[in-house]
């Protein structure tokens, strides 16, 4: 794995330390989500997978589109491009999030059914490969300049709304 990076903001580490969870699911169910993997492998690491992204990223989403990026935005303005392409991946992210959770109910209830599998399948990489990118760019890019651009005041703001966001909860569907 790359290693660890540690910003100057709390609020960064934060949001950093959330998407090792993330990453940690995506790596330990890779290998059930392979083309040639049998169908009861199949279906449960997909489970696993909707399980852990439907507790994650709900808060984790709330967490950068409700504080961090209007932070940033009282910075940098609004329509910031950077910002806006990782609100458009978030919700490109949810669609496809959405249709991976219909089908993995699906294979809960019949591991063995042919078009549940493909429709699982057909939004995976869409699913996968733009979360892994998405937090890569986040990582590298996005909470690199927030911890740049950005003040102890702001920290301590969006650290506030992160713990509501933490007490509230948030979920989708
Ligand atoms: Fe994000
Ligand atoms: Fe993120």
Redesign the pocket.
Known sequence: MAQAITYRLKACGV?YN??RTVNAKLAEVEPQLRPGSSAEAFAGGLSALVRTLERELPP?FAK?EEALFPVMESVTGRGFPPIEVMKAEHAYLVEHFEAVREAAAKLGRSPHAAEARSEAARHLFPLVGTLDQ??VK?DSVLLVMASEQLEATHDSKILRVFDEIDREGRRWG
Do not use: R
């Open positions: 949001l959330e998407h984790h950068e998405h937090i986040e």
